[in-house]
Nanobody, 120 residues
């Protein structure tokens, strides 16, 4: 069974930093794009960063310059390095990935989410 497991959330003061990790486990062929998505209460999920298997990254304007997405393909893991955090970054952060469970068949998976709270 394929799973995405996130870690690294917590409470941080404004201006602080955190690094989130999301590791894929189970049996699968390969991983396509990996993404970080966040959600605040009462709002829709917001796509904030995407990284291709080759390492090309794209970001939402709201996080550009402060958050950095990266991945380690050997570890099947995606990271989100967050710096200069603001109270409005408070949200549940989810990782999302299209995973090829066979050579031809991909399935979209979500992690369980990790809470990030930015507060003094």
């Amino acid at each position: 069974q394929v799973r995405l497991v996130e870690s690294g959330g917590g409470l941080v003061r404004p201006g602080g930093s955190l690094r989130l990790s999301c590791a894929a486990s189970g049996s699968f062929h390969s991983i396509d794009d990996m993404k970080w998505v966040r959600q605040t209460p009462g709002n829709e999920r917001e796509l904030i960063a995407t990284i291709t298997p080759g390492g090309s990254a794209s970001y939402a304007e709201s996080v550009k310059g402060r958050l950095t997405i990266s991945r380690d393909n050997a570890k099947n893991t995606v990271y989100l390095q967050m710096a200069g955090l603001k109270p409005e970054d408070t949200a549940v952060y989810y990782c999302n990935a299209n995973i090829y469970v066979t050579v031809l068949n991909s399935v979209n998976y979500w992690g369980q989410g990790t809470q990030v709270t930015v507060s003094s």
